[in-house]
């Protein structure tokens, strides 16, 4: 693994962490935060794939930025608290629909990048 790769993933990582703390301190209190950071970074990586530009940059944007935004065990356990706190619909809501928009998102993503 070449030093240049770790390093663009770590300071993508870090943006996209940052990135991520923001916007749940901005929507958390009107619920919402984890399923948009899905969604959004779900859209900005399949304009990544879709553009493809390879190297430093891809690994920096994908795999750092995207890796670090989004946030797959926050949506599991947010999931898992609103059946224990006795809403089950609202927790089948909230996994079919996340995962509805952000594959969405990312193949609109992808096409946008196409677009370009």
């Known amino acids: ?29 009107r ?21 493809d530009p390879g190297g430093p940059a891809a690994l920096a944007l994908g795999v750092g930025f995207c890796g670090a935004f989004t946030t797959f065990s926050s949506f599991a356990v947010g999931t898992v608290r609103l059946v224990e706190d006795g809403a089950p619909r609202a927790a089948a809501i909230n996994a079919v629909g996340t995962l509805a928009a952000a594959l969405a998102a990312a193949v609109l993503g992808g096409a946008v990048a196409g677009m370009l």
């Open 1 to 29: 693994m070449a030093l240049v790769g770790v390093a663009a993933v770590g300071l993508g990582g870090a943006l996209g962490a940052v990135s991520r703390y923001a916007v749940g301190r901005t929507i958390e209190r």
């Open 31 to 51: 619920g919402g935060d984890i399923a948009f950071v899905n969604v959004v970074g779900s859209f900005l990586l399949g304009v990544i794939v879709g553009l």
